[in-house]
């Protein structure tokens, strides 16, 4: 299993990926918007045939308001490859990226309240924390929680935003 940055040519593998995952499903013009604007953000999990079992989607926020950082957009794995560490190591590349090249602060995403395993690995593993409730976020009427990670312990483990990080093996005992 390998972990590498997302490259346009993987956009509709990961879409495809996402239609077998998750009830949101987002049109080909979002997956490019992100490849795009942020093309060192977003990552994918592949076997060693190439074929796309996860990824993750993520973008910047563009608030100039508030400090820099990251939003997750989409994550998700394929169920014969989930609780493997994939999604873990997904996101830690994502949120490693976004300190490295913009500095982020934080990252947010949005998760179902009724996703118990997502909100397992969101708030015991990678520390997330529920900073709000957003009434009827999805379009089926479901309530999201709007949770946040403080990127400070991954500055700490490998420097300050802007110094580029030790060479890493991308697989997934890193």
Not at 44 to 53: S, Y
Not at 87 to 101: I, Y
Not at 126 to 133: C, N, Q, R, W, Y
Request: net charge neutral; hydrophobic share 35%.
């Amino acid at each position: 299993m390998n972990i590498r940055n997302a490259r346009p040519t993987d956009l509709l593998n990961m879409r495809d990926c996402n239609l077998d995952c998750l009830p949101e499903n987002y049109q080909m013009k979002y997956y490019f918007y992100h490849g795009l604007s942020w093309p060192q953000l977003s990552y994918v999990a592949e076997t060693d045939d190439g074929e796309i079992v996860g990824y993750v989607l993520a973008k910047m926020e563009e608030d100039p308001e508030d400090v820099p950082y990251g939003h997750i957009t989409s994550l998700a794995v394929k169920r014969p490859y989930r609780r493997l560490g994939i999604a873990q190591s997904l996101m830690n590349f994502a949120s490693r990226a976004m300190v490295e090249n913009f500095h982020a602060r934080y990252v947010s995403l949005h998760v179902r309240k009724s996703n118990r395993a997502a909100l397992t690995l969101y708030k015991k593993t990678l520390h997330f924390v529920v900073a709000d409730v957003e009434p009827k976020y999805y379009a089926d009427g479901e309530d999201a929680y709007a949770m946040k990670r403080d990127l400070r312990c991954i500055w700490e483990k490998y420097g300050p935003p802007g110094v580029p990080f030790k060479e890493t093996k991308n697989k997934l005992d890193t």
